[in-house]
């Protein structure tokens, strides 16, 4: 019975770790969201909103740090826990980077919603959702051990960098053909950029749950065609 209580309590801990994760990924979801709706919309507060939102993820991101190594310091896993947890220390870095991103982003809209927008912005909305898709999966491959969808979440991070080259194009030929556009084109462009390192976040994620699943390092090696592309 009190070994029925360990492992029950053990379960409850690694649970708690996993919900800790998606609580994070839920919210930088929603900075990655609100971040370019602020763009959009050309709302400033609602980019304030964003700003403030990343005190939470930071949080997260040190409660769930000390729930890694209590569980560490406790129960001393081993083999496939062992490596949940390892992995986990890693993620929540990631996601942490991903929320900083979003806070350059949202600094940036606050600098261009002081100006007359540039163009109607179709790409940039395209590329963050994209982004924030991959977030999401990588996620969810983590939670499940599910190396099929970590393995999606790789192959779609080409179609994030083909969208932001294409992006970045558009907008030297803004620059190019009138000087008077470059200040707001080169704020665009990082907005662009910032949301390429975020699909960079979700696929370190996603090659680190095929390492937790598989056992194989699939970093550096390249892969096949996304299946974001024509959504």
């Known amino acids: 019975m009190e070994r029925e209580h360990i492992v029950k309590q053990y379960d409850t801990e690694l649970n708690e770790i996993r919900e800790k994760l998606l609580e994070m990924g839920g919210k930088v979801e929603m900075m990655i969201s609100n971040s ?17 939102l990343d005190h939470e993820i930071n949080h997260l991101e040190v409660d769930t740090d000390e729930r890694c190594l209590e569980v560490l310091a406790r129960w001393q896993p081993t083999a496939r826990d062992l490596r949940f947890i390892t992995l986990a220390l890693k993620i929540v870095t990631d996601l942490e980077r991903i929320g900083d991103q979003c806070v350059s982003i949202a600094t940036r809209v606050k600098e261009l919603n002081e100006e007359p927008p540039l163009k109607p912005y179709i790409d940039l909305p395209r590329l963050a959702e994209a982004s924030s898709i991959m977030v ?11 190396e099929q969808l970590a393995m999606k979440v790789c192959n779609d991070d080409q179609f994030v960098d083909d969208l932001n080259i294409q992006i970045q194009r558009e907008l030297l030929t803004f620059m190019m053909e009138d000087p008077s556009t470059i200040t707001r084109a080169l704020k665009l462009n990082y907005i662009s950029k910032y949301l390429e390192r975020i699909a960079d976040h979700s696929t370190n994620v996603a090659e680190m749950v095929i390492f937790m699943v598989k056992g194989k390092d699939i970093r550096h090696t390249s892969a096949p065609q996304s299946t974001l592309e024509g959504q």
């Open 36 to 52: 370019v709706k602020a763009l959009v919309d050309r709302d400033s507060e609602l980019a304030d909103q964003t700003i403030i």
């Open 136 to 146: 999401k999966e990588a996620l969810d491959a983590f939670v499940r051990g599910d």
